[in-house]
């Protein structure tokens, strides 16, 4: 099995409240807009695979938790109320892309980055699908 810190091979999960976004002023997002950003986090980690000298088999689970974020940001959008919660999470996950490309490559935005991503471990382990076995 693959734990959340040692599969995202930048820092250990901290024990935080899933509910509690990261301290950097996303506490007015919706849990589906934040779930959506995760799946959007772990593309772009997926991606860096080839630069970072990361195997396969780990870019395959960075691509299948991206999936699984993206899935459970629908189910909480459908229970958020949104009308067409599939549209939804397809034109968030749209928009937030460009917000992430290339930013996980920017040392600039490393603690920012890093907070992120162990919110996003945080999240997929209290939704109950992190981490993922290999």
């Not at 088999?57 to 009308?83: C, D, H, N, P, T």
């Amino acid at each position: 099995m693959i734990r959340a810190g040692g599969w995202i091979c930048l820092a250990p999960v901290v024990a935080m409240s899933p509910a509690a976004p990261p301290a950097f002023g996303q506490n007015v997002q919706p849990i589906s807009t934040s779930l959506a950003e995760c799946a959007v986090i772990y593309t772009e980690i997926a991606g860096l695979r080839p630069a970072r000298r990361r195997s396969p088999e780990k870019q395959e689970l960075m691509y299948a938790g991206a999936e699984l974020f993206a899935e459970e940001a629908v189910r909480q959008a459908s229970a958020e109320g949104i009308a067409d919660p599939e549209a939804h999470v397809r034109d968030l996950r749209a928009d937030l892309a460009t917000k992430w490309s290339g930013r996980m490559s920017s040392l600039l935005k490393l603690r920012e980055n890093v907070d992120w991503i162990e919110y996003c471990a945080a999240l997929g382990e209290d939704r109950g699908f992190l981490p993922l076995e290999d």
